[in-house]
């Protein structure tokens, strides 16, 4: 079965820093990873995926991820937090040997203070 | 600009209740999935829908049910609404190798 994991329910971080949100995946197959941001009373907007290549993805709004196969794991980045960072985060698994489903972390709630 | 919308952003409806939400993508999206949202129990999945006509149960369908009858559509019925129910609902569409999109997602209250 595959399942996400995201260890920090919330994360706060001064604007300016640099800002991680973990998340770590169990797949029996080859992993598909994707994060997504909610805002309040929103839906799911999509940041960056990982299909196959490049270890390290970038996406939307100067965020980036990097997919560690021995870590199982696809860490959420950014070099400089913004204070409209702050937002619910979802990672996210597909595993084609499931099938075409996607399976949520969650949640990590940031909080980017000014 | 591609595009999952759902019918309502707001509903409010009475116990006992048959409650229809709706959700059309303009992308031809083959996958289309149907999740509640509730504070600390991130999104599960209620049911999805691989291609037209076709429906798999999710990991909490008691109390739903759904229907496919056109590729774009994919509706989600609560055939007796009840305050357990009242949850957000979001409803998203993919393809075989592209991330989910979201709709704006529905609040729904059962009072």
């Known amino acids: 079965a595959q399942s996400v994991a995201q260890p920090e329910d919330q994360v706060n971080v001064a604007e300016g820093n640099p800002l991680t949100v973990k998340c770590t995946y169990s797949?029996?197959?080859?992993?598909?990873l994707f994060w997504y941001v909610q805002y309040p009373n929103r839906g799911l907007q999509f940041l960056l995926k990982?299909?196959?290549?490049?270890?390290l993805v970038k996406g939307s709004y100067g965020f980036e991820a990097e997919f560690n196969k021995s870590q199982t794991s696809f860490h959420l980045k950014k070099p400089s937090a913004l204070v409209s960072d702050s937002a619910l985060y979802f990672c996210?698994?597909?595993?084609?040997?499931?099938?075409?489903?996607?399976?949520f972390g969650p949640g990590t709630r940031l909080s980017a203070l000014p | 600009d591609v595009k999952v919308t759902q019918s309502s952003r707001y509903l409010v409806k009475r116990t006992g209740e048959k409650v229809f939400l709706e959700c059309v993508q303009d992308m031809d999206h083959e996958n289309m999935f149907w999740y509640r949202q509730d504070p600390g129990l991130g999104l599960r999945l209620i049911y999805f829908?691989?291609?037209?006509?076709?429906?798999e149960k999710g990991d909490i369908p008691e109390g739903y049910s759904v229907s496919r009858e056109k590729k774009e559509r994919f509706s989600l019925i609560l055939e007796s609404a009840s305050t357990n129910q009242t949850s957000m609902y979001l409803c998203?569409?993919?393809?075989?190798?592209?991330?989910?999109?979201f709709g704006q997602g529905t609040r729904l209250t059962v009072v």
């Open positions: 829908s691989y291609d037209v006509k076709m429906k």
């Open positions: 797949v029996s197959g080859n992993p598909y």
């Open positions: 998203a569409s993919s393809s075989r190798y592209t991330e989910a999109f």
């Open positions: 990982y299909i196959t290549g490049d270890n």
């Open positions: 996210a698994v597909r595993d084609d040997n499931y099938g075409q489903n996607f399976v």
